[in-house]
T-cell receptor, first 113, second 115 residues
Framework: AQTVTQSQPEMSVQEAETVTLSCTYD???????LFWYKQPPSRQMILVIR??????QNATENRFSVNFQKAAKSFSLKISDSQLGDAAMYFC??????????FGKGTRLHILP | NAGVTQTPKFRILKIGQSMTLQCTQD?????MYWYRQDPGMGLKLIYY???????DKGEVPNGYNVSRSTTEDFPLRLELAAPSQTSVYFC??????????????FGPGTRLTVL
């Protein structure tokens, strides 16, 4: 069965600095999607970025980028120029072959002014 | 385009009561999902549906039932509420007709407390 592991329950970063959130996953599938979702205090789940496993190029969305290492089954999220509005829970997620999404337990990110 | 809507936003139930959490999406998505999120935890899949008339169990289905009579609606029924069902419930949808789903779009959540 697929699993998603986020080893950092909490992280802090100074405003305007860069932070990297870690995610590893376990799967025997070769084609899949990976996602990072943000959950601010409002509890709304917001898609930050997604990566298709067959694409070697790392996905980028403005200040957010991923480091996708397929062989290592690693999918980290880098946030550049951190802003106060980035403070949230961040969930790494994996889409299975039967179209279910498996979420990690999350990393709470604090932004220090 | 409202996306995914859920009602109610909050609810308090007594042990043994029943209720239905409503979920509607207007994006013509085939796939719909119900998750629960316990405090400090990630989301766990309760049930999902790949289209009208088709539902399947997720990771934590016990104590819940679902139905999918239309593309738009995917209600979640709690029978005989228990304190262990105190959680925040999220509905999500994904996947246009003829395409495999990728990104899930989430509703705002329903916070349920069972006392």
């Amino acid at each position: 069965a697929q699993t998603v592991t986020q080893s950092q329950p909490e992280m802090s970063v100074q405003e305007a600095e860069t932070v990297t959130l870690s995610c590893t996953y376990d799967t025997s599938e070769s084609d899949y999607y990976l996602f990072w979702y943000k959950q601010p205090p409002s509890r709304q789940m917001i898609l930050v970025i997604r990566q298709e496993a067959y694409k070697q190029q790392n996905a980028t969305e403005n200040r957010f980028s991923v480091n996708f290492q397929k062989a290592a089954k690693s999918f980290s999220l880098k946030i550049s120029d951190s802003q106060l509005g980035d403070a949230a829970m961040y969930f790494c997620a994996y889409r299975t072959l039967d179209d279910k999404i498996i979420f990690g337990k999350g990393t709470r990110l604090h932004i220090l002014p | 385009n409202a996306g995914v809507t859920q009602t109610p936003k909050f609810r308090i139930l007594k042990i043994g009561q029943s209720m239905t959490l409503q979920c509607t999406q207007d994006m013509n998505h085939n796939y719909m999902y119900w998750y629960r999120q316990d405090p400090g935890m990630g989301l766990k899949l309760i049930y999902y549906s790949v289209g009208a008339g088709i539902t399947d169990k997720g990771e934590v289905p016990n104590g819940y039932n679902v139905s999918r009579s239309t593309t738009e609606d995917f209600p979640l029924r709690l029978e005989l509420a228990a304190p262990s069902q105190t959680s925040v419930y999220f509905c999500a949808s994904s996947g246009l007709p003829g395409r495999r789903p990728d990104t899930q779009y989430f509703g705002p959540g329903t916070r349920l407390t069972v006392l």
